[in-house]
Protein backbone atom coordinates (compact mmCIF):
# COMPACT_ATOMS: atom_id res chain seq x y z
CA UNK A 1 0.00 0.00 0.00
CA UNK A 2 0.87 3.59 -1.09
CA UNK A 3 1.22 5.98 1.92
CA UNK A 4 0.42 9.96 1.81
CA UNK A 5 1.78 12.04 3.68
CA UNK A 6 0.27 15.62 5.09
CA UNK A 7 -1.24 17.40 2.29
CA UNK A 8 -0.94 14.74 -0.29
CA UNK A 9 -4.18 13.94 -0.55
CA UNK A 10 -5.20 17.50 -1.16
CA UNK A 11 -2.81 18.33 -3.52
CA UNK A 12 -4.21 14.97 -5.64
CA UNK A 13 -7.59 15.88 -5.07
CA UNK A 14 -6.72 19.57 -6.82
CA UNK A 15 -5.89 17.95 -9.54
CA UNK A 16 -7.40 19.38 -12.93
CA UNK A 17 -7.93 16.55 -14.96
CA UNK A 18 -9.79 16.67 -18.43
CA UNK A 19 -13.00 17.15 -19.36
CA UNK A 20 -14.42 13.36 -19.92
CA UNK A 21 -11.06 11.96 -18.09
CA UNK A 22 -12.10 8.06 -16.86
CA UNK A 23 -10.43 9.55 -13.01
CA UNK A 24 -13.64 12.14 -12.82
CA UNK A 25 -15.53 10.84 -9.85
CA UNK A 26 -13.06 8.09 -8.55
CA UNK A 27 -12.25 7.51 -5.30
CA UNK A 28 -8.60 7.45 -5.38
CA UNK A 29 -7.84 7.26 -1.27
CA UNK A 30 -8.56 4.50 0.93
CA UNK A 31 -8.04 5.55 4.69
CA UNK A 32 -7.47 2.96 7.97
CA UNK A 33 -6.40 3.74 11.46
CA UNK A 34 -5.60 7.22 10.48
CA UNK A 35 -3.88 7.15 7.56
CA UNK A 36 -4.31 7.52 3.87
CA UNK A 37 -3.63 5.13 1.17
CA UNK A 38 -3.49 5.20 -2.32
CA UNK A 39 -6.85 3.32 -3.55
CA UNK A 40 -7.07 0.25 -6.03
CA UNK A 41 -8.92 -1.12 -8.86
CA UNK A 42 -10.61 -5.01 -8.71
CA UNK A 43 -7.77 -6.41 -10.23
CA UNK A 44 -5.30 -4.45 -7.60
CA UNK A 45 -3.56 -2.08 -9.60
CA UNK A 46 -2.92 1.08 -8.59
CA UNK A 47 -6.33 3.48 -9.54
CA UNK A 48 -3.53 5.70 -11.49
CA UNK A 49 -2.14 2.96 -13.38
CA UNK A 50 -2.43 3.32 -17.13
CA UNK A 51 -2.70 -0.20 -17.95
CA UNK A 52 -1.89 0.26 -21.61
CA UNK A 53 1.67 1.29 -21.61
CA UNK A 54 2.02 0.97 -17.24
CA UNK A 55 2.68 3.95 -16.38
CA UNK A 56 1.05 6.51 -13.85
CA UNK A 57 -1.66 8.90 -15.43
CA UNK A 58 -0.26 11.40 -12.86
CA UNK A 59 3.43 11.51 -14.35
CA UNK A 60 1.85 11.63 -17.96
CA UNK A 61 -0.62 14.89 -17.32
CA UNK A 62 0.70 16.77 -14.37
CA UNK A 63 4.49 15.57 -14.04
CA UNK A 64 6.64 13.66 -11.14
CA UNK A 65 6.33 16.61 -8.85
CA UNK A 66 2.10 15.83 -8.91
CA UNK A 67 2.71 12.59 -7.32
CA UNK A 68 3.12 11.51 -4.05
CA UNK A 69 6.90 10.84 -2.67
CA UNK A 70 6.37 7.35 -2.05
CA UNK A 71 5.68 7.59 -5.61
CA UNK A 72 8.29 9.56 -6.68
CA UNK A 73 11.40 7.62 -5.26
CA UNK A 74 9.69 4.19 -5.33
CA UNK A 75 11.34 1.42 -5.66
CA UNK A 76 13.94 2.85 -3.32
CA UNK A 77 13.92 2.79 0.29
CA UNK A 78 15.13 5.73 2.44
CA UNK A 79 16.17 4.82 6.10
CA UNK A 80 18.17 6.62 9.25
CA UNK A 81 20.85 4.48 10.61
CA UNK A 82 23.71 6.10 12.44
CA UNK A 83 23.36 9.52 13.71
CA UNK A 84 22.27 12.13 11.42
CA UNK A 85 22.89 9.47 8.52
CA UNK A 86 20.51 7.06 6.37
CA UNK A 87 20.62 4.25 3.99
CA UNK A 88 19.22 3.70 0.78
CA UNK A 89 18.52 0.62 -0.62
CA UNK A 90 15.95 -0.74 -3.45
CA UNK A 91 12.91 -3.07 -3.18
CA UNK A 92 12.84 -6.41 -4.51
CA UNK A 93 9.14 -6.40 -4.79
CA UNK A 94 9.48 -3.98 -7.52
CA UNK A 95 10.03 -6.62 -11.04
CA UNK A 96 12.40 -4.27 -12.59
CA UNK A 97 15.08 -4.53 -9.19
CA UNK A 98 14.91 -8.52 -9.22
CA UNK A 99 15.99 -8.46 -12.76
CA UNK A 100 19.00 -6.28 -12.26
CA UNK A 101 17.59 -3.37 -14.96
CA UNK A 102 16.42 -0.44 -15.24
CA UNK A 103 18.47 2.91 -15.15
CA UNK A 104 22.09 2.53 -12.56
CA UNK A 105 21.35 4.18 -8.74
CA UNK A 106 23.39 7.21 -9.32
CA UNK A 107 20.64 8.53 -11.30
CA UNK A 108 18.80 8.60 -8.49
CA UNK A 109 20.68 10.04 -6.33
CA UNK A 110 19.86 13.82 -6.64
CA UNK A 111 15.91 13.39 -6.17
CA UNK A 112 17.13 10.57 -2.85
CA UNK A 113 19.00 13.26 -1.52
CA UNK A 114 16.36 16.22 -1.98
CA UNK A 115 14.23 13.95 0.51
CA UNK A 116 16.48 12.30 2.88
CA UNK A 117 17.08 15.99 4.91
CA UNK A 118 13.06 15.52 5.14
CA UNK A 119 12.47 12.31 6.83
CA UNK A 120 15.76 11.12 8.32
CA UNK A 121 15.39 12.34 11.88
CA UNK A 122 18.90 13.40 13.30
CA UNK A 123 19.20 10.70 15.88
CA UNK A 124 20.06 7.52 14.38
CA UNK A 125 20.40 3.49 15.69
CA UNK A 126 20.22 4.00 20.51
CA UNK A 127 21.91 2.15 22.10
CA UNK A 128 19.22 -0.30 22.66
CA UNK A 129 19.00 -0.54 19.02
CA UNK A 130 22.56 -1.09 18.72
CA UNK A 131 22.92 -3.50 21.65
CA UNK A 132 25.27 -1.98 22.76
CA UNK A 133 27.99 -2.26 20.27
CA UNK A 134 29.95 0.51 18.26
CA UNK A 135 29.44 1.63 14.53
CA UNK A 136 32.64 -0.73 13.34
CA UNK A 137 31.50 -3.97 15.46
CA UNK A 138 27.77 -3.83 13.35
CA UNK A 139 29.16 -2.72 10.21
CA UNK A 140 32.55 -5.80 10.96
CA UNK A 141 29.13 -8.47 11.52
CA UNK A 142 27.45 -7.50 8.49
CA UNK A 143 30.47 -7.37 6.09
CA UNK A 144 31.37 -11.01 7.71
CA UNK A 145 27.95 -12.51 7.04
CA UNK A 146 27.48 -11.21 3.85
CA UNK A 147 30.79 -12.44 2.18
CA UNK A 148 31.32 -15.63 4.39
CA UNK A 149 27.64 -16.72 3.15
CA UNK A 150 29.65 -17.89 0.26
CA UNK A 151 31.40 -20.35 2.54
CA UNK A 152 28.57 -22.62 2.17
CA UNK A 153 27.53 -24.76 0.25
CA UNK A 154 23.61 -25.25 0.75
CA UNK A 155 21.00 -22.93 1.14
CA UNK A 156 20.45 -24.57 4.79
CA UNK A 157 23.73 -23.91 5.71
CA UNK A 158 23.68 -20.17 4.61
CA UNK A 159 20.22 -19.71 6.87
CA UNK A 160 21.79 -21.49 9.65
CA UNK A 161 24.53 -18.96 9.28
CA UNK A 162 22.92 -15.81 10.78
CA UNK A 163 21.78 -17.11 14.06
CA UNK A 164 24.24 -19.69 14.97
CA UNK A 165 26.35 -16.30 14.93
CA UNK A 166 24.58 -14.19 17.07
CA UNK A 167 24.45 -17.08 19.63
CA UNK A 168 27.87 -16.45 19.32
CA UNK A 169 27.42 -13.02 19.40
CA UNK A 170 25.13 -12.97 22.03
CA UNK A 171 27.90 -14.53 24.45
CA UNK A 172 30.93 -12.74 23.46
CA UNK A 173 32.45 -9.70 25.71
CA UNK A 174 31.37 -6.35 23.46
CA UNK A 175 35.21 -5.52 23.75
CA UNK A 176 36.72 -8.60 22.13
CA UNK A 177 34.17 -8.57 19.33
CA UNK A 178 36.21 -7.24 16.47
CA UNK A 179 37.50 -8.79 12.86
CA UNK A 180 39.87 -10.91 14.25
CA UNK A 181 37.79 -12.46 16.57
CA UNK A 182 35.02 -13.20 14.08
CA UNK A 183 37.56 -14.45 11.15
CA UNK A 184 38.87 -17.23 14.23
CA UNK A 185 35.08 -18.06 14.57
CA UNK A 186 34.12 -18.88 11.40
CA UNK A 187 36.11 -22.77 10.87
CA UNK A 188 34.73 -23.59 14.13
CA UNK A 189 31.21 -22.53 13.39
CA UNK A 190 31.18 -24.02 9.33
CA UNK A 191 31.79 -27.22 10.78
CA UNK A 192 29.00 -26.80 13.82
CA UNK A 193 26.55 -25.69 10.88
CA UNK A 194 27.67 -29.07 7.97
CA UNK A 195 27.14 -31.36 11.08
CA UNK A 196 23.82 -29.90 12.04
CA UNK A 197 22.68 -30.22 8.51
CA UNK A 198 23.96 -33.69 8.00
CA UNK A 199 22.73 -35.22 11.31
CA UNK A 200 19.97 -38.21 10.63
CA UNK A 201 17.67 -39.87 12.70
CA UNK A 202 16.74 -43.79 12.71
CA UNK A 203 15.15 -44.73 9.46
CA UNK A 204 17.41 -42.06 7.48
CA UNK A 205 14.49 -39.48 7.95
CA UNK A 206 15.23 -35.93 9.51
CA UNK A 207 13.45 -34.22 12.29
CA UNK A 208 10.47 -31.76 10.98
CA UNK A 209 9.45 -29.45 13.25
CA UNK A 210 6.63 -30.18 15.82
CA UNK A 211 2.81 -29.32 15.79
CA UNK A 212 3.06 -26.25 17.59
CA UNK A 213 6.23 -24.96 15.18
CA UNK A 214 4.41 -25.90 12.45
CA UNK A 215 1.57 -23.71 13.04
CA UNK A 216 3.73 -21.12 14.32
CA UNK A 217 5.81 -20.55 10.79
CA UNK A 218 2.27 -20.74 9.00
CA UNK A 219 1.19 -18.15 11.27
CA UNK A 220 4.29 -15.82 10.56
CA UNK A 221 3.98 -17.09 6.28
CA UNK A 222 0.21 -15.75 6.76
CA UNK A 223 0.90 -12.00 7.73
CA UNK A 224 3.78 -11.77 5.68
CA UNK A 225 1.23 -12.85 2.56
CA UNK A 226 -1.86 -10.94 3.64
CA UNK A 227 -2.26 -7.76 1.35
CA UNK A 228 -4.86 -5.43 3.59
CA UNK A 229 -5.16 -3.31 0.41
CA UNK A 230 -7.50 -6.05 -0.72
CA UNK A 231 -9.72 -5.48 2.54
CA UNK A 232 -9.39 -1.65 2.10
CA UNK A 233 -10.08 -1.30 -1.35
CA UNK A 234 -13.81 -3.34 -0.59
CA UNK A 235 -12.07 -6.40 -2.99
CA UNK A 236 -11.86 -8.73 0.16
CA UNK A 237 -13.86 -9.01 3.21
CA UNK A 238 -12.69 -8.71 6.48
CA UNK A 239 -15.06 -12.29 7.85
CA UNK A 240 -13.49 -14.03 5.12
CA UNK A 241 -9.86 -12.89 5.81
CA UNK A 242 -10.41 -13.70 8.99
CA UNK A 243 -11.31 -17.42 8.11
CA UNK A 244 -8.99 -17.22 5.74
CA UNK A 245 -5.97 -16.69 8.19
CA UNK A 246 -7.02 -19.10 10.24
CA UNK A 247 -7.65 -22.09 7.58
CA UNK A 248 -3.93 -21.26 6.85
CA UNK A 249 -2.60 -21.34 10.36
CA UNK A 250 -4.26 -24.94 10.95
CA UNK A 251 -2.51 -25.89 7.13
CA UNK A 252 -5.75 -25.70 4.91
CA UNK A 253 -7.05 -22.48 3.08
CA UNK A 254 -4.87 -21.30 0.39
CA UNK A 255 -2.27 -18.20 -0.77
CA UNK A 256 -4.93 -16.74 -2.76
CA UNK A 257 -7.06 -16.79 0.37
CA UNK A 258 -4.49 -14.12 2.14
CA UNK A 259 -4.43 -11.98 -1.16
CA UNK A 260 -5.59 -11.66 -4.54
CA UNK A 261 -2.04 -11.36 -6.23
CA UNK A 262 -1.09 -14.92 -4.91
CA UNK A 263 -1.65 -17.76 -7.62
CA UNK A 264 -4.36 -20.40 -6.97
CA UNK A 265 -4.44 -23.29 -5.53
CA UNK A 266 -4.59 -25.19 -1.99
CA UNK A 267 -1.78 -25.14 0.72
CA UNK A 268 -1.51 -28.20 1.46
CA UNK A 269 -0.40 -28.68 -2.45
CA UNK A 270 2.72 -26.97 -1.55
CA UNK A 271 3.89 -29.88 0.33
CA UNK A 272 5.69 -28.28 3.47
CA UNK A 273 7.31 -30.06 6.02
CA UNK A 274 7.66 -33.23 3.79
CA UNK A 275 11.37 -32.38 3.03
CA UNK A 276 10.94 -32.45 -0.68
CA UNK A 277 13.38 -31.52 -3.43
CA UNK A 278 16.18 -29.09 -2.48
CA UNK A 279 16.41 -26.11 -4.87
CA UNK A 280 19.92 -25.67 -6.18
CA UNK A 281 21.97 -22.89 -4.36
CA UNK A 282 21.69 -21.00 -8.03
CA UNK A 283 17.96 -20.72 -8.34
CA UNK A 284 18.11 -19.26 -4.97
CA UNK A 285 20.65 -16.27 -6.00
CA UNK A 286 17.78 -13.77 -6.04
CA UNK A 287 16.97 -14.42 -2.52
CA UNK A 288 20.87 -14.00 -1.55
CA UNK A 289 21.22 -11.11 -3.16
CA UNK A 290 18.28 -9.65 -1.62
CA UNK A 291 19.82 -10.94 1.96
CA UNK A 292 23.46 -8.86 0.88
CA UNK A 293 21.49 -6.10 0.17
CA UNK A 294 19.99 -5.67 3.22
CA UNK A 295 23.37 -6.48 5.57
CA UNK A 296 24.89 -3.78 3.49
CA UNK A 297 22.28 -1.17 3.76
CA UNK A 298 21.80 -2.44 7.69
CA UNK A 299 18.03 -2.29 6.66
CA UNK A 300 17.54 -5.19 9.01
CA UNK A 301 17.28 -3.25 12.26
CA UNK A 302 15.82 -0.44 13.30
CA UNK A 303 13.26 2.12 11.93
CA UNK A 304 13.71 -0.59 8.88
CA UNK A 305 12.45 -3.70 10.71
CA UNK A 306 9.68 -2.62 13.20
CA UNK A 307 12.45 -1.32 15.41
CA UNK A 308 14.36 -4.15 16.26
CA UNK A 309 17.92 -4.19 17.51
CA UNK A 310 20.70 -5.39 15.71
CA UNK A 311 21.21 -8.87 17.39
CA UNK A 312 17.03 -9.80 16.76
CA UNK A 313 16.99 -8.07 13.36
CA UNK A 314 19.99 -10.57 12.51
CA UNK A 315 18.00 -13.36 13.48
CA UNK A 316 14.62 -11.97 11.53
CA UNK A 317 16.79 -11.93 8.43
CA UNK A 318 17.87 -15.62 8.65
CA UNK A 319 13.77 -16.62 8.66
CA UNK A 320 13.45 -14.83 4.90
CA UNK A 321 14.82 -18.71 3.32
CA UNK A 322 11.94 -20.48 4.78
CA UNK A 323 9.45 -17.76 4.35
CA UNK A 324 10.87 -17.63 0.73
CA UNK A 325 11.03 -21.34 -0.17
CA UNK A 326 7.79 -22.00 1.35
CA UNK A 327 6.48 -19.42 -1.11
CA UNK A 328 8.07 -20.46 -3.77
CA UNK A 329 6.99 -24.55 -3.48
CA UNK A 330 3.49 -23.02 -3.67
CA UNK A 331 3.88 -21.13 -6.87
CA UNK A 332 5.71 -24.41 -8.27
CA UNK A 333 2.41 -26.49 -7.03
CA UNK A 334 0.23 -23.87 -8.31
CA UNK A 335 2.05 -24.36 -12.03
CA UNK A 336 2.27 -27.95 -11.63
CA UNK A 337 5.97 -28.11 -11.47
CA UNK A 338 7.56 -30.73 -9.49
CA UNK A 339 10.76 -28.68 -8.67
CA UNK A 340 11.11 -24.81 -8.03
CA UNK A 341 12.43 -22.60 -10.58
CA UNK A 342 13.52 -19.61 -10.69
CA UNK A 343 10.28 -18.19 -11.66
CA UNK A 344 9.16 -19.66 -8.83
CA UNK A 345 11.82 -17.75 -6.06
CA UNK A 346 10.83 -14.69 -8.30
CA UNK A 347 7.54 -14.61 -7.44
CA UNK A 348 8.04 -15.57 -3.95
CA UNK A 349 10.85 -12.99 -2.80
CA UNK A 350 8.45 -10.11 -4.20
CA UNK A 351 5.34 -11.91 -1.88
CA UNK A 352 7.75 -11.59 0.93
CA UNK A 353 9.79 -8.82 0.67
CA UNK A 354 6.46 -7.02 0.36
CA UNK A 355 5.82 -6.92 3.73
CA UNK A 356 8.91 -8.00 5.59
CA UNK A 357 9.99 -5.17 7.51
CA UNK A 358 7.28 -2.78 6.31
CA UNK A 359 3.74 -4.41 7.72
CA UNK A 360 3.20 -2.79 10.86
CA UNK A 361 1.51 -6.52 12.35
CA UNK A 362 4.97 -7.73 11.92
CA UNK A 363 6.65 -5.21 14.84
CA UNK A 364 3.79 -6.79 17.16
CA UNK A 365 5.57 -8.39 19.86
CA UNK A 366 3.64 -11.57 19.59
CA UNK A 367 5.24 -11.49 16.25
CA UNK A 368 8.60 -10.99 17.53
CA UNK A 369 7.40 -14.49 20.23
CA UNK A 370 6.65 -16.73 17.29
CA UNK A 371 10.12 -15.47 15.95
CA UNK A 372 12.12 -16.52 19.16
CA UNK A 373 9.79 -19.51 19.19
CA UNK A 374 11.01 -20.89 15.60
CA UNK A 375 14.90 -19.67 16.16
CA UNK A 376 15.21 -21.73 18.87
CA UNK A 377 18.83 -23.45 17.27
CA UNK A 378 16.69 -27.35 17.14
CA UNK A 379 13.63 -25.97 15.71
CA UNK A 380 15.37 -23.66 13.09
CA UNK A 381 17.48 -26.35 11.89
CA UNK A 382 14.70 -28.76 11.81
CA UNK A 383 12.45 -26.32 9.53
CA UNK A 384 15.44 -25.23 6.95
CA UNK A 385 15.73 -28.69 6.20
CA UNK A 386 11.74 -29.70 5.96
CA UNK A 387 10.09 -26.32 4.68
Not at 96 to 108: L, W
Request: net charge positive; aromatic share 8%.
Amino acid sequence: MVELFAGEPEQIERLAWPAGDPLIGVKPFSRHGGKTYLAHRPDGACVFLNQSNGLCRIHEHFGPEAKCIACRIFPFQITPTFAGEASISARYDCPTVRRNAGDPHSQALPLLRKYTDKWVPTAGFDEKTRCGLDREQIEAVAEFISTLMNGFSSNEQRALFMPYLCDVLSTTARDQLNRQALGSAFGPLKSLIEAATMEKVSGGETFRPGIIHRAAFRTLLALHLRRDEDILDRRASRVKRLFSMTAFVLGFGSFRGLGLVHPPGKLRRAGLFKGGPAPGAQTFALLWRLTRNKLDALQFMGPANGGRDFLTGLRSLALLYPLVLAAARHNAAAHDKETIDAADVDYAVAAIEHSFGRAAVLAKPFVRSIERLLLDRAAFTRLVRTI
